[in-house]
């Protein structure tokens, strides 16, 4: 049975001949003193400012090329990388299926909407490359066809997420893990609140942008003024999961290592909350989520007042203490309070060092093809906990989840829910 919607082959179809072509990587490590290619597809505002100018600071990366949808900002990109090395020599295209048939990149760096993670990244793994690209996944199903498609080609894959590698969030976990607050119990989760955007009339599609590639394996829906707009899309379902994938995909990291559980995925979700009604936002605004892990490990997820970053809080419970930071910039508090203090060494700490930044992992690990810090299986396991909530609050009820077949036990419905059609995006 076919529980994805749609199969590896209907998400490679669109690689027309990349799939045939393998970079010279393939045959020879790169040696150290060679640079790797690296071609970037989505040039938005995480696309730039965090990936394309982190890795054009690291002396062992070269942009070769970049792509979007949108003619300016991939101009824009271009500009960037040419003032960065003072050539010339950057190629800037439209079509993402040319950064992946491109047989001189070794890597790709796609930082485009939710819908395209993963199809993207399947066909650069096919066409022999190794992929960092953003999360989240867009359904449950893409995650295992992406982790096979990773394994079968022993490639190197990066999830473009940095929390593992900021001090306080690492700080949290190497406190739990050496039993500052004595056994977690429960872990409380508030993210900011979506946003209920109005309809909007259809309107012609702007010089410049290609709407078609950009939608891509999405339904088909008429140009609107905003829909393309990155506020805008992560609250549409077609495009995103909403606050619960975004934001989630965060503090819930932080919490599945906390949580160590078996499995990691919970085995338990309830949930309520508001999905608008003719409305552009058709994601949860506003949600109650509760999740129950394999060892007892309670946690939930809660919509905050307002869609900002000072919504965002996560605080773990043990039996002896709490940890809890409040505000995507705020400060560690824990009780007792002498726990801030608390310091361990690298020959006696039960967690490991802190890792450098996703980009610079992704870098070190394309070299030595070990793991990188984010793979593709925990990128599996984090989509599959966020898109469980998703699917909670649409169902508004209780759901049994099994970690071995990543289903829900005994539910067809919501199983329904774990993959979407998609639309063929390699007739245009």
């Not at 140009?223 to 379902?237: A, F, S």
């Amino acid at each position: 049975m076919n529980v994805t919607g749609f199969t590896r082959r209907d998400f490679l179809a669109g690689a027309g001949a990349a799939a045939v072509f393998l970079p010279a990587r393939l045959f020879s490590k790169p040696a150290p003193s060679n640079r790797i290619t690296l071609g970037f597809i989505g040039m938005g505002l995480q696309g730039t400012q965090a990936n394309l100018k982190t890795f054009l600071n690291q002396p062992d990366a070269q942009v070769i090329a970049v792509c979007d949808v949108q003619e300016e900002a991939c101009q824009k990109a271009q500009d960037i990388v040419q003032e960065r090395y003072g050539t010339t020599d950057c190629r800037a295209v439209r079509d993402f299926r040319e950064i992946i048939a491109d047989t001189s990149i070794d890597a790709v760096v796609i930082s485009t909407p939710d819908h395209w993670h993963v199809p993207m990244s399947l066909m650069a793994l096919e066409a022999g490359k190794d992929v960092f690209c953003e999360k989240p996944t867009l359904t449950i199903a893409e995650g295992r066809i992406l982790e096979e498609s990773v394994r079968k080609h022993n490639a190197v894959f990066q999830m473009g997420i940095e929390d593992r590698s900021l001090g306080h969030f690492h700080k949290m976990i190497e406190w739990i893990r050496n039993g500052a607050i004595g056994q977690l119990q429960k872990i409380e989760i508030t993210l900011p609140c979506g946003t209920d955007y109005p309809k909007e009339n259809p309107a012609p599609v702007p010089k410049g942008l290609d709407y078609n590639l950009w939608l891509g394996p999405a339904p088909y829906q008429p140009y609107t003024p905003n829909r393309t707009e990155w506020r805008h899309w992560r609250e549409i379902l077609d495009y995103s999961g909403g606050m619960i994938t975004d934001w989630g995909s965060h503090l819930v990291d932080t919490a599945l290592l906390a949580a160590d559980a078996p499995g990691v995925c919970p085995i338990e979700v309830e949930g309520s909350g508001s999905i608008p009604s003719n409305s552009m936002t058709t994601v949860p605004v506003k949600f109650d989520l509760k999740y129950r892990f394999a060892n007892g490990i309670e946690m939930t997820v809660k919509s905050g007042p307002t869609p900002t970053d000072k919504s965002a809080s996560i605080r773990l419970e043990g039996k002896r203490g709490w940890i809890r930071k409040n505000g995507w910039y705020g400060n560690l508090e824990t009780n007792p309070p002498e726990i801030l203090r608390t310091r361990y060494s690298p020959e006696t700490s039960l967690y490991g060092p802190l890792p450098p930044g996703e980009q610079r992992d992704f870098l070190d690990c394309v070299q030595s093809r070990k793991p990188t810090t984010y793979t593709a299986q925990t990128m599996r396991q984090l989509c599959n906990t966020l898109h469980m909530g998703v699917i909670a609050v649409q169902l508004s009820r209780k759901l049994h989840w099994d970690n071995q077949t990543d289903s829900f036990i005994e539910d067809e419905t919501a199983n329904q829910l774990r993959s979407r059609p998609a639309r063929d995006y390699t007739v245009f």
